[in-house]
């Protein structure tokens, strides 16, 4: 005999793999630091060439500036001053993504924890169910 119980449980568990479930078991399946380390590696990769595409567009729209006054400029100074504003977008930038995947994160572990706990119910479910036959 079917039980109403268990067929809305099984019915919101479904429910829950087919959406936010699949993102998440797949958050769930690393631990945190392992999770927060690759999302930040892949943050400075993303920084890194996004500030190489906006030096590049600064270059080719003040070319002719940077052109005339490349011998009277100190190259020095101006490269620890790009250098100054790649390490403080890229630090930004990481912290920003760190913050922002820690929420993800724990997010995830919370609404898996509440998906094993309805793991849990379903199967005292079953073992009540088949006890009583």
Do not use: P
């Not at 892949?42 to 060439?49: D, G, M, P, V």
């Not at 567009?57 to 500036?65: I, P, R």
């Amino acid at each position: 005999m079917l039980s109403q119980e268990r067929i809305k449980l099984m019915t919101k568990m479904a429910a829950y793999e087919t959406n936010e479930g699949k993102t998440y078991m797949s958050i769930g399946s690393y631990f945190r630091s392992d999770y927060m380390g690759m999302q930040v590696l892949r943050s400075i990769i993303s920084a890194t060439l996004g500030f190489l595409i906006v030096c590049g567009f600064y270059v080719y729209y003040h070319l002719e500036t940077l052109m005339q006054d490349i011998y009277k400029m100190d190259l020095w100074a101006f490269g620890k001053q790009v250098l100054l504003y790649y390490v403080v977008f890229v630090v930004a930038y990481a912290l920003i993504t760190y913050i922002v995947y820690s929420f993800r994160y724990s997010r995830a572990k919370r609404s898996l924890k509440r998906y094993y706990r309805h793991l849990k119910q379903l199967a005292a479910i079953y073992d009540i169910e088949k006890n009583s036959r």
